[in-house]
């Protein structure tokens, strides 16, 4: 855990250490997309996903696409029109939620199929989902442990069969929760 915490610090420092300011440097992790190969507009409509997702899961941004929601919980955020999040962080930070899907963790996704941007679940939590379209879960934590799916009266409308389960087409347009166990 030491050693996760020492490396985001690492990569806030040296993802925000830019000199002077462009269009392009539209957060302190434009020269990390830029490394990652995006373009200025790539790197804004990334930096917009991001945005929106820390308004309305709340954490901390610690690299171009990735947001510490605390703990074990990095989120990593897919670029708009990607099917799966890139690593922009050289290996330094593992994606629980990519496939296949680390033990212990629930990953919702925002696309079908496994595809989109996860919200990695692993400490038994209420889990706010903020999609409304169709997208995706697997549960792989302990075998057995059942997840609840909450619409926004917090009242439970569906549980899974528990772990080991997944749905590739799910519908979130009614669940605004998801209690991992």
């Not at 901390?60 to 990735?66: L, P, S, Y």
């Not at 593992?94 to 919200?119: E, K, Q, W």
């Amino acid at each position: 855990m030491l050693a996760v915490a020492a490396a985001v610090l690492a990569l806030s420092f040296s993802a925000g250490a830019s000199s002077a300011s462009t269009p392009a440097d539209i957060s302190p992790y434009a020269s990390q997309a830029k490394q990652a190969g995006l373009t200025a507009t790539q790197t804004a409509a990334l930096q917009g996903e991001v945005g929106r997702y820390l308004a309305q899961t709340g954490g901390k941004q610690v690299a171009a696409n990735v947001i510490d929601l605390g703990g074990k919980h990095l989120m990593f955020v897919a670029l708009p029109g990607e099917a799966h999040p890139r690593d922009m962080t050289n290996g330094v930070l593992a994606d629980p939620c990519a496939l296949p899907v680390a033990y212990g963790y629930f990953c919702a996704y925002s696309g079908r199929n496994y595809t989109g941007t996860p919200i990695p679940m692993w400490k038994c939590a209420l889990y706010r989902i903020p999609w409304t379209a169709n997208g995706s879960w697997i549960n792989n934590q302990t075998t057995g442990t059942v997840a609840n799916f909450l619409d926004n009266n917090g009242v439970s409308g569906w549980h899974d069969s528990g772990a080991f389960s997944a749905d590739d087409d799910a519908p979130w347009y009614w669940v605004h929760w998801v209690k991992n166990c």
